[in-house]
């Protein structure tokens, strides 16, 4: 008689046949596409079909969600069974897998149109995040990021160092000549952001000569802020495209063994 793991295991390995990835990949694109036709008014006739499509993907969802949180101690190699089963269920593919299967159990326990509307409507559009499950880019991105995740972090952290020390300088040198724009140092983190990366929405922007030299030395500085993740990202992406392909299929089952 086959014994809880193995069936664990039959599980885990049913999930992850070709047949089940290409069903699953079919129903999110499919759903996703329902919810941006049914956003047209002119598509309004088919909102029963729409329906249909949502509550049948929601459905097959919820059965998927069952059985990985049946199968999660074995994803995670976890002695304990309740031990892999909330490893999966608090990581980003559990909550992704949850928020999913909203629109076919939701209404079962909700009687309120609007929340159950709500709830509904941000299920059908979360499950475009479902596709990182079955996407090798992602894998792949994933690999990437993971090997440069500490310098990321730095640089990250010396991006938002740069921009909150900017935002206050900009607030005391411009909130006198505009208090309307810099009312507060929130207004000068606005414009710091908008400012260093290079997008310059033009609402807000310096009118002293202090307050506009300040900007254009920070809009250079923020050229080369900026794009230290960027030139991190692109090397890691570059290492990896260099690796041998056995090394990289590795790292990539690694990172595919924990992304639930």
Not at 18 to 39: C, D, E, H, Q, Y
Not at 90 to 114: A, E, N, Q, R
């Amino acid at each position: 008689m086959m014994n809880d793991r193995k069936l664990m295991q039959l599980v885990l390995r049913l999930l992850s046949l070709k047949p089940i990835r290409w069903l699953m990949g079919f129903l999110i694109t499919t759903g996703i596409t329902a919810t941006v036709l049914n956003s047209y008014s002119e598509m309004s006739k088919y909102q029963n079909l729409f329906y249909v499509i949502a509550f049948f993907s929601a459905f097959i969802f919820t059965i998927e969600y069952v059985l990985r949180i049946y199968s999660a101690p074995v994803l995670y190699n976890s002695k304990k069974k309740w031990h892999g089963r909330i490893k999966y269920l608090t990581s980003f593919m559990g909550v992704i897998d949850f928020i999913s299967i909203l629109p076919f159990t939701v209404p079962y326990f909700f009687k309120g149109d609007d929340f159950v509307g709500s709830a509904i409507e941000f299920g059908r559009i979360m499950i475009v995040f479902k596709l990182f499950r079955y996407s090798q880019s992602y894998h792949t991105i994933q690999v990437v990021l993971s090997s440069i995740r500490y310098e990321l972090m730095t640089s990250l952290s010396f991006v938002a160092i740069i921009v909150s020390i900017c935002a206050v300088f900009m607030y005391y040198l411009e909130s006198a000549a505009q208090p309307d724009k810099f009312s507060s140092i929130g207004e000068g983190f606005w414009w710091a952001v908008i400012t260093f990366t290079s997008i310059g929405y033009g609402d807000v922007y310096p009118v002293t000569s202090l307050g506009k030299i300040f900007a254009g030395s920070m809009a250079i500085i923020g050229l080369i802020v900026f794009a230290l993740p960027t030139a991190l990202v692109s090397g890691a992406y570059i290492n990896y495209l260099q690796q041998p392909e056995n090394k990289r299929k590795k790292e990539k089952e690694e990172i595919s063994g924990t992304e639930e």
